[in-house]
Structures are given as C-alpha cells and as structure tokens.
C-alpha cells in the first residue's frame, strides 16, 4: 500500500476535525448543561425525553391557566365583596329613609346618595381585569352593563382547561348577579324620591335578597378558587417531579463534561503539535 505525504495529511485534517467536533461538543454541553441536545447524541433515550418534555410544556400550560383562573376568580370575589359593602350601605340609607320624622329634603339628600351607590354597583358590574371585563361572558371586551344597568354580555362564563379534561368556568355572567341588585336600588331610590316612608320600608326585604344573592355568588367563587389553589399545589408538586425525570435522562455530568474536556483539549494540542511536524517537511527542505 503506498502512503504519501498528502495521504497523511488527508487524514491527519480528518482527525483532527474529529477531534475538534468533539471538543466542541463537549464545550455546548458545558454551556448548555444539557446531554442531549440532538437526536443523534442519545437515540435510544430519545423517545422518553420527548415525551417527557412535552409533558414538562403541557403542565407549564396548565400552570398558566390555572394562574389565570385563580386571577379572574379572585377579582370577581373582590368586586362581589365590594358590591356586598355597597347593599349594607344601601341598607342602613333604607332603614334612615323608613323613619318618618325625615323632613322631605332629607328623603332627596338620602335619594341622591342612593343614585351615586346604584352607579357604583354599575361600576362593580363593569369590573376589568388586564382590560377584559370578567362579568360579560365571553364577550370580555364589552362592557357588560350600560348606565341603566342593562345587561349587554352573554350567558356563557369564561372557561379555562386547568388539567387534562378539566375545564373550571373562570367568571360568572353578570345576569345571574347583578340584575337583581340594581333593581333592589333602583327601589329605594325611588321610594325616597317620591318621601314614601313605608315603600322605602319595603325595600328592605329586597335589598336583603339582594345581598343573600351576592353572598351566595361570592362563596360560589370562592370555592372554585379553592378548588383552583388544590390543582395548583398538585400541579406545581407534578412538576418537580417531571423536571427531575427529565433531568436524569438529558442533563450533563458537569463534573464528567469537564474533566472529558480538558483530555479532549490535551489530545487536541497533542494532534496539533503532531500535524504541525508531519506538514511542515517539503521537497525543498530536502533540497537544502
């Protein structure tokens, strides 16, 4: 078999590519901290770090529609609680406005705050979290009263798929709640205009069923986010767990990566001290 001197330095270059391939692959796993980065580094262990990462990514999905949920439902719980303070409000004007030593002016001052309050349940209504309104259904950039307290939403709540197969309704539509509000202070404010003591007396059975119907949205809310906060605490414990199987399976040894490193570096210069004195000899050298 004849050699010659380009055949050496053919495969000389071959080598020391090789060489160099590898160093840099063991440099992108010491930046990365990640074994497998490629199909072809670990074929036999690719199947189970695909499918372990995309479960990683769905469960991070989840998390973000639970953090969603849990957001939405905590702002409906906050704007019910405010309206629930707006009623007793209502209430202990009603109580005032039933006495019947209260000169006619002071049935319209009474009147009038009871408007400003019916405006604030409106506002409550109209209630925005990250500009969508969370009591308008699923059309969340309507506002779903106008300022007669009409209902301009629809009935479908907004949804979110917590789990797999799981879906946990994020909002309530504003028409199961707040129709009955405004028109308990609605009620009031009219029977104070007009100085009727015993029809402002009436209202109070109205107002309390009013309130009785925010309490009972409230709680419905509430244990939603209950339920919400148990699949986060799951979920977060779920994750863990995937991350460190999937750890096992594609990060690197660093302290391998580093001492397999500084022996691929050491051979690499060994090559290169090697080549230098295998290509440097020519027929002119010969001729000196």
């Known amino acids: 078999m004849r050699v010659t001197l380009q055949g050496l ?39 189970a770090v695909l499918v372990m990462r995309d479960a990683v990514n769905a469960a991070g999905q989840y998390a973000r529609n639970l953090q969603d949920t849990k957001t939405l439902l905590d702002a409906g719980q906050r704007a019910l609680q405010d309206a629930v303070q707006v009623i007793q409000r209502l209430r202990e004007l009603a109580i005032q406005g039933a006495n019947g030593t209260l000169a006619p002016s002071d049935m319209q001052a009474l009147a009038r705050e009871v408007e400003a309050l ?22 969340t950039t ?11 939403g629809n009935q479908t709540p907004l949804r979110r798929e917590v789990d797999r197969g799981i879906p946990v309704e994020a909002t309530v539509p504003g028409d199961q709640v707040f129709p009955q ?18 029809a402002v007396r009436a209202t109070l059975s109205g107002l309390d069923a009013a309130l009785d119907h925010l309490l009972s949205a409230q709680a419905e809310l509430g244990a939603r986010a209950s339920r919400v906060e148990t699949i986060q605490a799951r979920l977060e ?7 460190e199987l999937l750890s096992v399976r594609e990060d690197a040894d660093l302290a391998e990566v580093v001492m397999n490193l500084r022996l691929q570096e050491n051979a690499y210069q060994a090559a290169l001290a090697a080549g230098a004195r295998l290509i440097q000899p020519s027929l002119v050298d010969f001729l000196r």
Do not use: C
């Open 9 to 47: 330095t053919l495969n000389f270059l071959r080598n020391l590519n090789a060489g160099l391939e590898r160093l840099s692959r063991l440099q992108e796993q010491l930046a990365t901290g990640k074994r497998v980065q490629r199909p072809s580094d670990d074929p036999p262990n690719l199947p």
């Open 118 to 139: 019916r405006g604030e349940l409106v506002a409550l209504g109209n209630t925005q979290v990250a500009g969508k309104y969370i009591f308008a259904g699923t059309l």
């Open 237 to 243: 414990e779920f994750q863990v767990q995937l991350k």
């Open 181 to 198: 509000v405004f028109g308990a202070a609605q009620a009031l404010q009219e029977a104070l205009e007009a100085g009727d003591h015993d």
């Open 142 to 152: 309507t506002a779903p009263f106008n300022g007669a307290g009409n209902y301009l």
